[in-house]
Each structure stands twice: as C-alpha cells, then as structure tokens.
C-alpha cells in the first residue's frame, strides 16, 4: 500500500494508474481528436497540438506522481501556468475548464473499457480510484482558474484585439 495524506491507497489502484501511465500516448492523442472534433472547443485550434499532447501526456503518464506523490503546491503551480497560457493564447475561460472536463472523461471511458471488475475489493479500489481522480481534476480546474484570472487584463485584451486585427 502507498500512502498519501495519511490514506492507504490499494494495490488495485496503483494497477490501474500504472494501466494508464502504459496507455498514456493513445489517450493523449484520443483527447487531442476529440479536442479537434468539439465544437465546443472551437477557439483551442489556438494551442498548438504539440503542446496540447504533451501537457496532456504528461498527466497521463505521470499519473502515479500526480496522485500518490506530488503535494497540492505542484498542482497549483503546473494548472496556475496553464491557465496563465491558455488565457494569453486566447481561449476562453468555459473551453479552458471543457477541455480539462473531457480530459477527465477520456480517462474513464478508458477506465470503462480496460479495468474488470471480479470482486467487492478490486471495486473498493476503483472506487478510490475514482475519487483521487476526482479531487486532482478538481484541483486542476481550480488553479487554471486562478491562473486564467491573473492574466493581466491589459494583455488579454490586447490579445483580443490583435486577433481580431487579423481577421
């Protein structure tokens, strides 16, 4: 068992994270068509798909890290530059929090897909599972928000009215 905020994380769970770390490429590049193909994200053609995958790779991959080992502050500081980012690239606020929303539902249509269940422990484990995830995601909006309302509103305006100088 690993430990985390004092609480015992099952072996199952440590499974299934190392389940996704494996398959961290194919669901990075699942979301990125997903990402592409929403109409509701139709000002994130703004964000360079490299980027995007990689950002999303490393939550992916580094899910292990993220959940059992790395503490808020880094949360805070990697979802803080992303919200920073996102609003200096001009994405609006709802695509920003759409797009982090479908990177958590792309996880559990894998989940979904790939993790059977056989007994009341294994379900116990997934359970907790679910709920880690849960509070990551939840944190993660929470500091892109943050991060998105500290762009300075000189700038983002300024983004604004370049883009549309463009057009």
Not at 50 to 63: G, P
Not at 69 to 76: S, V
Not at 130 to 156: N, T, W
């Amino acid at each position: 068992m690993t430990e985390q905020s004092g609480e015992a994380i099952p072996v199952l769970s440590n499974r299934l994270v190392r389940l996704i770390e494996t398959h961290a490429n194919a669901l990075a590049l699942s979301l990125s068509e997903k990402v592409q193909a929403s109409g509701q994200l139709s000002e994130y053609h703004k964000v360079p798909i490299y980027e995007l995958n990689a950002r999303v790779y490393e939550i992916y991959h580094q899910l292990g890290n993220w959940l059992l080992e790395r503490k808020e502050q880094d949360i805070e500081h990697r979802y803080t530059a992303i919200g920073i980012r996102r609003a200096a690239q001009g994405v609006p606020l709802s695509q920003l929090i759409r797009a982090i929303v479908l990177t958590k539902q792309n996880l559990w249509e894998f989940l979904k897909r790939e993790s059977v269940v056989d007994n009341p422990v294994e379900l116990l484990g997934q359970q907790e599972l679910v709920e880690l995830l849960d509070q990551f995601f939840d944190s993660a909006i929470h500091y892109a928000v943050l991060g998105y309302e500290r762009m300075p509103k000189r700038h983002a305006q300024h983004e604004v009215v370049a883009a549309g100088a463009a057009h």
